[in-house]
């Protein structure tokens, strides 16, 4: 990882002075495929409120000095939407037991240095400091491989996620509701979960 590049944890009131750039970095990067996302500034600001408001919330911030080129999201799935505990209510899982892994966006110019793998880290290890958790979760977007905006050099992160011990579990999915760069309204987009048992 390059040297001026720091990582930190953050939790509850301690984000407030980063939401305006953590909203600034998920309309950049959920542009691009999978998600082709056409965000809305004061949107993205509403809904980061969730992890100022949960104490038990993280947020991994990746600096390059006083610049925030990357952050990652997470808490307890006791805390999260019905739209992401309905798969795992449905299939026997308790919340309590369950860590959710939201997002992580990182500037094109970072990426490659090792900062996605420090970003489950973190999160992990937050889960674990937190304790009682046996499964850590996330979920991604399911994009048709004939879809128009597909890059013909796409490389999707299965392989990432593999090797940080996440399964994909076809059986848990939901949808999101959001507007596509070419679309007039919003449409929902399935969205499936990977697993990580905890030990």
């Not at 925030?68 to 992401?84: L, N, W």
């Not at 309590?96 to 490659?112: A, I, M, T, W």
Request: include cysteine.
């Amino acid at each position: 990882m390059s040297k001026q590049i720091r990582i930190e944890r953050k939790s509850g009131k301690a984000l407030e002075r980063h939401i305006p750039d953590l909203a600034r970095l998920r309309i950049e990067v959920f542009r691009d495929f999978p998600y082709l996302y056409d965000g809305d500034f004061e949107y993205e600001k509403k809904y980061l409120q969730t992890y100022l408001d949960c104490p038990e919330s993280v947020i991994v911030l990746a600096f390059d000095g006083d610049e925030v080129v990357g952050a990652s999201t997470a808490m307890p799935m006791k805390h999260e939407t019905a739209e992401i505990q309905k798969p795992f209510i449905e299939n026997g899982y308790n919340l309590d037991e369950v860590f959710y892994c939201s997002e992580s966006v990182l500037n094109k110019n970072y990426r490659g240095l090792g900062i996605g793998v420090r970003f489950f880290e973190e999160r992990e290890a937050h889960a674990a400091e937190l304790g009682g958790f046996k499964h850590i979760t996330f979920c991604c977007v399911e994009r048709p491989a004939e879809h128009p905006r597909h890059p013909a050099d796409y490389v999707p992160l299965d392989a990432f996620w593999n090797k940080r011990g996440y399964v994909k579990h076809p059986e848990l999915h939901t949808s999101y509701v959001w507007k596509d760069l070419d679309d007039t309204e919003e449409t929902a987009k399935p969205m499936t979960f990977w697993l990580k048992h905890e030990r």
